[in-house]
């Protein structure tokens, strides 16, 4: 039998209860158990940094993982799920640097690198507790007691694995490259890390002269170039123009000199035309080749070999500056490239970067030697102007990166280090990319493929520390390199056995040369962490040491997910290794989510506080309501999602509550039908058919429901979560505002057993259903309607979590698209009448005559026939009448363009084409429907392009109310008469009982009275409707005041119209001066005696003794409860056996009940309470006196008046003999 559930769920303790449950059935390692030996679905989990706390980034992504990888194991596969972590690299080595008080390397050296990296081993898991605390209860299902760590020497021995076959193919060499350098953590950045903080800063943009030497037609005159970055001026080796466009000498009239510049770039230096004349015009060309005076002699040596001359490149543009950028090649992405093109600098010739480690100027830059580089900016503008070399000096707001750890500026700087080709294999990365499918597509051919495209090669080195070494030994000469792809082969080439690979394990290791050359000692770098977390295929699974057939049987990954930021991070580097080792990409399917950001759209930011904490937020709405709100945005879509609270509430509001309200009527129904009717309700999943017992609205909804299990299987197919929500959406609305609220006479039984049980059992087979299809998604509230549900399952073994069981296939047979057109149909026309009503404040409750139906589609107004008895109801009127007559109720056509094809297919005309549709006359929209087709403004526009829609044209029956949609023209009859007004009046009155009832708290099956006290005419509106209002609040409505003594629950009065109205409910059932009817004098009546902390009540269980109608359980509760002024309904037990509504309460007589557990069932003989008898005839009643003993006295006139002892006859007595009179 089913458990009772409360009218209100508390759904986070509703959810923590769930975690609780799992935990103790060990579900997820049960669900993984139970799945062996079906097909694998492989799934690679980003190894996040676990020295900070996750965020709402981190939140969606997992949902994201959680939701797909719950989905495939409840289709028949093998979901292994291991949480990876992220261990090396600057997050952690930047904290222990601010610890340590380290600003440069030689800090490192001093404490030794051990100790260094002790120190970060010790951090490096502060916050995994809280990760797992978090991502548990968000209800993701990961295993994080056999995780991966990027620090586990077996993961870092794969690791070197898979840079040996690179090494092996030749994809390896040294070389020096300008890189994104972070001077506060003393290391290259790859460029992907580069573009992770952008900020907005104010720097020096100066204009700097550069005197054309060596040339006597250009004597005198100077090239002008702009920066923005000062500080790299003493590295300047040349100049570069853009060829083709156009540049001019110019008299400066201010500063009588000429300068050379770009055309289109002279309002860099001049407002007016009068401040110049131009003498001469050139092409970038004519430039080329142009020797000029160094800005300074640090390098001036170079010029001996073609250094301070002009070159050429369309990397120039008109867009800033001057159109001449100065060459720094070695400070300079572009600057090395066209630099090396031209001959100023070699790959192996002498470095011009006299910048350390931490940004500081070295020799031989004298004059700022020592000093940061971005601090020397002022020295160096002062020193240009010194030598009138500094024609304009101003500032520029821009964009700049900064170092997404350390938060420093970066610069660009030339680093030596290791390299991987990746320039020669973006054909194979192009391809392989084209192989795998990702959602949102536009990313993958986008954004990944452009970046693809100019992929440049890797470098994977960074001199630091706490990271995988690289496994390359090299002679003094780096002539002899060997690469060791093993611990075991490291053993063999050196004789030394390790078992950790960190630095300090390893760099004193030697490795004899081969070639004569002494021993081999290792390089100093470690791997950038990229190509660890982008070797994490392998290395979580240690192949190919070991998992060998088990990583060959899963690679590529069924499904990654991570954010839009991870296009040039994860997603690339998986991709690159995958491609460069096995010839595939990493991966099949991938969903790429958007950022999170703060609700006014910025970034979130603790410092700004502008978003509420995950955890609270979980809290107070719980963990499914996240979920459903996250994979429903656009981030799901990789779009930014503005976080908003409302959001999450609404879920709640919207999805969760009606959803739980119709689960909740489905258990009070299944428990009606045991109790009134006699019937223990059971449900046979596998033999269960659809038969001639079923109605239209039953068909309806259970054919709606197998097409969104068809509709949100399709769309899992396609990873498409964020399509799935709005349907859940529109399928709860469909369950409650139209189905359980069409149907509620029916489940109650108002229409007999037989089509009660068959609403009921199609009530329970769509809740049922939607539980199992909707477990990846809300994994709690689907687990705790299971747990309820499954015990009236027959047929099929009850697994012990809805995470068990398979999702549902869509059953076909149940599947009627006409049913459903039809029901959507007769929904439009019952809207479009509500909308009537509230336009002429007709309240649903007041009955109205006739609602007419307007469409020219006979098939239309067919299904609406046939659908006449629910719009009738629904509305609330006498008559439905069908029509194609448009003339009779003076209807015409409006037309409308679909202003999204029509744009798409028309461009700028669209707007002007629908402007003219719009203004169609009905001629003209009959004469597109006839021939398909129409002419507008020269363009074609099919009927498909248009929608159309009724509507009434003039004033004519005004007494009717029009509404129209683009399926029909509703016209509702608006006239009330004194009938109508009288039936409202009933259904006002039978609401304020209703609402009265649900305040109270008071459950369907609670046995009470309705006493009403009115003026004149609601009673006699309420004697007029009687057998309405019976029919639904199941009680007759008593015209008087409640007697004294009696235990009234609830009691209020107002206004119904201009009415007054007091109404008035009491429980039935003894609790302090109800009475109750003997049959014969000795009768002893059914009772029960009730214990909490040392008071005793008394209930009388059957109120007319040998009637065999007793109250019922939620009675019991109700009466106890209200006895003892409980705040929540009471928990009953018979000794140690907890009382239920599964409970015969006529075995309860004669039995003390005790609110909390006993040990042994205890009796009794009497009442506790004191009983007083009253005698009239044959009739005996008796009157408790008190409740619980020694409380709530009634006086002797109360107890008389309850007796009705002012009637001849009627007499007193203290014992059911009626021996001891009073």
């Keep these: 039998m ?14 923590e209860e769930i975690l609780d449950y799992w935990k103790s059935i060990n579900a997820f390692e049960n669900s993984l158990r139970k799945a062996e030996g079906r097909p694998r679905y492989s799934f690679y989990d980003g190894p996040p940094f676990a020295t900070g706390l996750p965020h709402y980034g981190h939140i969606l992504a997992g949902t994201i993982k959680d939701t797909i990888t719950r989905w495939a194991a409840m289709n028949g596969y093998y979901v292994e799920r291991r949480f990876g972590w992220d261990c090396h690299g ?86 020096f490259k300008v890189m994104p350098y972070s001077t506060g953590c003393n290391t290259p950045l790859s460029n992907f890390e580069a573009g992770q903080n952008y900020k907005d800063v104010v720097d020096p943009a100066v204009i700097v002269s550069f005197p054309i030497i060596n040339n006597t037609d250009e004597a005198g005159v100077s090239l002008l170039a702009w920066t923005t ?139 700022f030697c020592g000093q940061y580089v971005k601090d020397a900016d002022k020295e160096i503008i002062k020193m240009l102007k010194a030598s009138k070399r500094l024609i304009d000096h101003q500032t520029i707001k821009h964009s700049y990166p900064f170092c997404w750890r350390s938060d420093t500026p970066l610069i660009y700087k030339a680093v030596p280090s290791w390299f991987v080709t990746v320039e020669t294999i973006v054909d194979q990365l192009l391809e392989n990319n084209s192989k795998s499918y990702w959602v949102p597509d536009f990313v993958k051919e986008k954004r990944f493929a452009n970046w693809l495209k100019g992929a440049r090669d890797w470098a994977v080195s960074r001199n630091r520390y706490w990271g995988t070494p690289l496994p390359l030994w090299i002679s003094e000469d780096g002539e002899e390199i060997v690469c060791v792809g093993s611990i075991a082969e490291l053993k063999k080439l050196s004789g030394e056995s390790v078992e950790d690979i960190h630095r300090e394990s390893v760099d004193h290791i030697t490795i004899p040369s081969t070639q004569g050359k002494g021993v081999l000692r290792r390089v100093t770098e470690v791997f950038d962490c990229w190509f660890e977390s982008g070797s994490m295929p392998y290395a979580q699974q240690h192949y190919p040491f070991q998992r060998k057939r088990e990583f060959e049987e899963s690679f590529p990954a069924d499904f990654i997910a991570e954010g839009i930021d991870q296009t040039r991070g994860w997603f690339y580097t998986l991709l690159v290794l995958s491609t460069a080792l096995f010839g595939k990409p990493a991966f099949k399917n991938l969903i790429c989510n958007g950022l999170v950001l703060a609700s006014d759209g910025s970034k979130m930011s603790k410092r700004k506080k502008n978003y509420p904490e995950p955890s609270l937020i979980v809290d107070k709405y719980g963990a499914d309501a996240v979920r459903l709100y996250l994979i429903n945005s656009p981030a799901v879509r990789g779009d930014g999602l503005k976080f908003k609270e409302d959001g999450v509430r609404d879920i709640l509001k919207d999805v969760f509550l009606p959803w739980f309200n119709a689960y909740r009527y489905l258990v009070q129904n299944i428990e009606r039908l045991q109790r009134e009717e006699g019937i223990e309700f059971r449900h046979d999943e596998t033999n269960w058919k659809l038969t001639d017992d079923y109605n239209y609205m039953d068909r309806w909804i259970l054919s709606f429901t197998q097409s969104l299990i068809k509709f949100v299987r399709a769309e ?14 529109k399928f709860v609305e469909n369950l409650t505002n139209w189905y359980v609220r069409m149907n509620r006479r029916r489940l109650k039984g108002d229409s007999g057993a037989a089509d009660c049980q068959a609403a009921v059992e199609t009530l329970f087979v769509v809740i049922y259903s939607m539980a199992k299809v909707m477990a990846p998604f809300t994994p709690f509230l689907a687990e705790t309607f299971y747990r309820n549900l499954r015990n009236v399952i027959v047929g099929e073994v009850k697994e012990e979590s809805v995470h068990f069981l398979m999702v549902p296939e869509p059953r076909e047979e149940l599947i009627d698209t006409n049913i459903e057109a039809a029901v959507s149909r007769m929904q439009s026309v019952i809207e479009l009448g509500r909308v009537s009503r509230d336009r002429r404040t007709l309240p649903i409750k007041y009955p109205l005559k006739e609602v007419v139906v307007v469409n020219e589609d006979e098939g239309f107004l067919k299904e609406v026939e046939s659908l006449r008895t629910y719009i009738i109801e629904e509305l609330n009127v006498k008559s439905l009448t069908t029509t194609t007559d448009r003339a009779a109720f003076n209807v015409k056509m409006e037309a409308q363009g679909d202003s999204k094809a029509l744009g798409i297919r028309l461009k700028k005309a669209s707007k002007d084409v629908c402007k003219r549709i719009a203004g169609m006359s009905h001629e003209e929209i009959c004469k597109l429907q006839d021939q398909g087709y129409i002419e507008v403004l020269g363009e074609r526009v ?42 409202g009046l009933a259904r006002e009155v039978t609401n304020r009982i209703q609402k009265l009832r649900k305040e109270a708290g008071l459950q369907p099956n609670d046995d009470i009275s309705i006493y009403y006290e009115a003026d004149k005419v609601l009673v006699e509106v309420v004697a007029q409707n009687q057998e309405l209002i019976n029919s639904a609040v199941k009680q007759p409505l008593l015209n008087k005041p409640p007697a004294a003594g009696d235990q009234v629950i609830i009691s209020k009065e107002g206004k119904v119209k201009d009415y007054n109205l007091k109404v008035t409910l009491t429980a039935r059932g003894n609790t302090v001066g109800m009475s109750f009817k003997t049959q014969s004098t000795g009768h002893q009546p059914k009772f029960c005696n009730i214990s909490k902390d040392g008071e005793v009540a008394t209930v009388v269980l059957e109120p007319q003794v040998g009637s065999g109608n007793f109250i019922t359980y939620g009675s019991l509760c109700h009466l106890v409860k209200k006895i003892f002024n409980l705040k929540e309904s009471p928990k009953l037990y018979k000794g140690s056996n907890r009382v239920t509504s599964s409970d015969n309460v006529a075995d309860l007589d004669g039995i003390i009940l005790a609110i909390g557990s006993g040990s042994v069932v205890a009796t009794c003989s009497e009442p506790a309470c004191r009983v007083v008898y009253a005698a009239k005839g044959e009739d005996v009643s008796a009157i408790v006196c008190e409740n619980p003993v020694g409380k709530n006295k009634l006086t002797n006139t109360q107890v008389a008046e309850l007796a009705n002892c002012h009637d001849e006859g009627c007499k007193l007595y203290a014992d059911i003999g009626l021996t001891n009179p009073l």
């Design 229 to 367: 970055t000062p500080w790299t001026l003493p590295s300047n080796l040349a100049l570069c123009v853009n060829p083709t466009e156009t540049y001019v000498k110019v008299r400066d009239e201010k500063r009588n000199k000429e300068f050379i510049l770009m055309e289109k770039r002279l309002c860099s230096l001049y407002k007016t035309e009068s401040e110049y004349t131009i003498s001469k015009r050139y092409k970038g060309t004519d430039l080329q080749g142009l020797k000029y005076e160094p800005l300074f002699n640090y390098f001036k040596h170079r010029g001996d070999t073609g250094a301070f001359t002009v070159l050429t490149d369309k990397y120039v543009t008109d867009a800033s500056g001057t159109g001449i950028v100065h060459q720094a090649p070695y400070f300079g992405e572009d600057d090395y490239r066209v630099c090396l093109a031209n001959g100023i600098i070699t790959k192996d010739g002498e470095l011009v970067c006299p910048v350390d480690e931490c940004g500081r100027f070295t020799q031989p830059v004298e004059d």
């Design 716 to 729: 899992m197919a396609a990873y498409r979560l964020y399509t799935v929500v709005p349907r859940l959406i």
């Design 942 to 983: 099919d009927v498909s392009e248009v929608r159309t829609k009724l509507v009434v044209e003039g004033s004519q029956n005004s007494h009717y109310e029009p509404n129209s949609d683009w399926q029909a023209l509703v016209l509702l009859d608006c006239r009330v008469d004194e009938s109508a007004k009288s039936e």
């Design 90 to 175: 600057l997050p952690v080595e930047y904290e222990i640097d601010k610890l340590l008080g380290i600003t440069k390397p030689a800090d490192v050296l001093e404490i030794g690198i051990e100790k260094y990296n002790q120190e970060c081993r010790n951090i490096v898991m502060r916050y995994s507790k809280d990760w797992e605390n978090i991502v548990t209860r968000m209800g993701r299902w990961i295993d994080f007691k056999n995780d991966y760590k990027t620090m586990y020497p077996w993961f870092m021995e794969s690791v070197w694995w898979v840079f040996k076959q690179l090494f092996d193919t030749g994809m390896v060499y040294k070389g």
């Design 2 to 15: 089913v458990a009772p559930v409360a009218d209100r769920m508390d759904f986070p303790k509703a959810e």
